[in-house]
C-alpha cells in the first residue's frame, strides 16, 4: 500500500474540513453511474429533471456522460489535454479547455462555460469534476447563485494531506467549501486507492477522494454514515488494497474498510 507517515500537524481549518467531509445518509439512495473502476461514480437517484450534465476533466474517460445520456441527460465536457472524448456520447458536447478562475488562454471559469451553454436556465444542473487539483480555484471563483444550480457535484478531491496540514493549501480549499457548505451536504465519500495515504496524527489520510454532494433542498432523513464502503464502490485500481476513510471523516465511528 502507497502509505507515508509525516510529522505534520493539522491546520486549525481542519476541523472545518473535515465537518464538510463527513458524509451522511439521506432519504434518496444512491445509485453507481459510469464504469466499475475510474469514472465511476455514486450519486443519489435523484436526476429527473435535471437538464444537462457539467464534466470537466475528461482525460480517457466518458463512461459518466454516456449513462446520463442513456437517461436523457445531455453533457458538457471540457479537457485541453485531449483532442476528443474518448467516446462518442449522443448529445455531447466538448471543448478543450481547462477549468479554473479566470477566463484566460486554455482556462474558463465554470461561470462563463455555463453562461455560453446552458440549455435551461430555470432547470437543475449536475457538476462531476475530477480536474487534478484545479477543483478549489475553480469553486472558490464561481457564484454562489451558480453554484446552487446544481442539484448534485460530483468532485474528485485532491492533496488532502497537504489542504490539511498547510496553511497554503487550506486557503485554497476553504475558499470552495466556503462556497458550498452552506448549500451542499457530502452524501458519499470513497477514497482512491490508486493515489495512497499519508499518516497525520496518528491517522491515515487518503491523498485524494470521491466527493458526492446533494444540495441541501433535496437532502431529507439526514443522519450520519456510521460504516463504508457503500455496497455498490468498487475500487480504482483491484491489485491495490482499499483504503479506510480516517475516523475524523465518519462521525467517530471509524473508518470501516470491507476490501472495496
Known sequence: MNTQKTARTLVPEASMIDHFLRPYMTDTPLIRLGDFGDGGYLVPDDLRGIAACYSPGVSQQASFEMDMAKRGIASFMADASVEKPPLNVPGA???PKFLGDKDEGDYMTLASWVAATDPDPNADLLLQMDIEGAEYATLGAAPRDLLRRFRVIVIELHHLPSI??????AKRAMAAINNLRDDFVTVHLHPNNVSGAVEIEGQMIPRVVEATLLRRDRATGLHPVN??????????NLRKPALALPERWMGGAGGVCLGS
Open 93 to 95: 458536447q466538448f471543448v
Open 227 to 236: 460504516a463504508l464502503p457503500h455496497p455498490l464502490d468498487v475500487r480504482h
Open 164 to 169: 490539511l496540514t498547510k496553511p497554503k493549501f
